[in-house]
């Protein structure tokens, strides 16, 4: 198994790391310190700042433009494989706004790729796009207060067909990105016939933001953290009608679309995390070397090495996880390569928890600053826990599955 980069990714990741050196980092804490600043005002709030618009155009520029749209989606993304994708999510990863600056930022990435895989012409004229071109933001609504949804067949909320049209009714939270005040369209996922067989009960529509009877509710925290300006929203659904032809494919589609949505959005988010915890690995070494105590650097004492060496060991691990399993999504489709993602969806978030954690430590009270990023990244880590599914889901069926083909 050969992990050696192409020269083509060879290249974007010189490009991309460039780019990342000269435009990226020396204004990191300077954007920080501009969403904070917008926060603080209710206006302005979900306003993403305009610093960002003037990267955006810049990566553009760069042909640094929707890198994670495999060769499949051509003319509308990259042409990259995950595997080509892996590094460079990565390097994004190591600076949790800088996604955007790329438009590869969830949830608008899975959101396009539904769009791309399953939109009509009239969905991408509409929404897939504008997405494309960094115009607008988007949303993605599953989870819900009242089931447990890490069991998607729990999912209440309905979509019922009137004539030309469905009409929804429930209640979602946790959905990313409504709270943006640049976001128009969410995709939602409901049942439009709780009697069919399980899996064919849920459905995906398009549902435009400001649709009458849609109300943004609250923003939900996440660890503490309102992740402004994206946000996480509880959104009330109350006989919202909306188009028939909004429905993604056709009635009792949206569990398999969203099995499709998830794979590659599972695998993002930890590449993203491995560059959380490699930045944090970075930070930590170089903390080490400048802080004295007891009479010497805190380099010089052993557990600080042994820990600094256990953490290095736990990224390559998860790290040469992740290219195994885009390596696999790439060669056999993401269904057959089903047990390889769920252990690392496994493996990574607790892993960049783990380092990122040991760095805190390492930094002492200011890791928990705000001068640092190590506490928005830890909290990004435990949150991915729980998105696309919480570990104990990702292990259950990991298991059932090893020990089914064990048996077969």
């Known amino acids: 198994m050969n992990f050696e980069y192409s020269d083509k990714t060879k290249g974007l990741i010189a490009k991309l790391n460039a780019f990342m050196q000269e435009h990226i980092y020396p204004i990191e804490q300077a954007y920080i310190e501009q969403v904070y600043t917008n926060a603080r005002q209710e206006s302005t709030r979900w306003s993403t700042p305009k610093l960002m618009e003037q990267l955006k155009q810049k990566a553009r520029d760069a042909g640094l433009w929707n890198l994670f749209l495999p060769h499949e989606y051509l003319p509308y993304g990259a042409g990259l494989t995950n595997l080509e994708y892996a590094p460079l999510c990565e390097l994004m990863g190591r600076v949790m706004w800088s996604s955007e600056v790329f438009n590869c ?26 997405l494309l071109n960094g115009e607008i933001r988007s949303a993605f609504a599953m989870t819900e207060p009242a089931v447990a949804s890490s069991d998607a067949t729990n999912i209440e909320t309905s979509i019922v067909r009137q004539g030309d049209n469905y009409v929804i009714n429930g209640r979602k939270w946790y959905t990313s990105g409504a709270m943006n005040d640049k976001c128009q369209i969410m995709v939602v996922m409901g049942k439009t016939d709780p009697k069919a067989e399980r899996h064919q009960q849920q459905s995906q529509i398009l549902v435009p933001i400001n649709t009458p009877g849609v109300t943004v509710v609250r923003a939900m ?15 009330l659904f109350d006989n919202v009608k909306v188009p028939a032809a909004n429905l993604l494919v056709g009635e009792g589609e949206g569990f398999a679309i969203a099995q499709g949505r998830l794979g590659p959005g599972r695998i993002h988010h930890c590449m993203r995390l491995i560059g959380c915890a490699q930045r944090a690995l970075d930070m930590a070494c170089k903390r080490v070397e400048e802080r004295v105590a007891f009479g010497q650097p805190l380099s010089k004492q052993q557990s600080i090495r042994e820990r600094i060496a256990q953490m290095h060991c736990d990224i390559e691990q ?9 390596d696999s999504m790439d060669r056999h489709g993401n269904k057959v390569s089903r047990d390889i993602i769920a252990a690392i969806k496994i493996v990574a978030p607790k892993m ?47 298991g059932r599955n090893l020990i089914k083909d064990y048996n077969s």
């Not at 925290?221 to 959104?235: C, F, L, N, Q, T």
């Not at 998860?318 to 885009?326: G, H, S």
């Not at 002492?364 to 889901?393: C, H, M």
């Open 221 to 235: 925290a996440a660890m503490g953290h309102y992740d402004e300006p994206v946000g996480h929203a509880e959104v």
């Open 352 to 398: 960049a928890c783990n380092v990122i954690d040991q760095a805190i430590q390492m930094h002492g009270a200011g890791g928990t600053s705000q001068d640092f990023i190590l506490a928005s990244t830890y909290a990004y880590a435990r949150t991915i826990r729980l998105a696309d599914g919480p570990d104990e889901v990702h292990m259950m069926q990991l």
């Open 318 to 326: 998860a790290r040469l996880l992740t290219l195994k399993a885009a």
């Open 105 to 130: 930022s969830a949830p608008d990435t899975g959101n396009m790729e539904v769009l791309a895989k399953y939109g009509s012409a009239q969905h991408k004229k509409d929404w897939l796009e504008p």
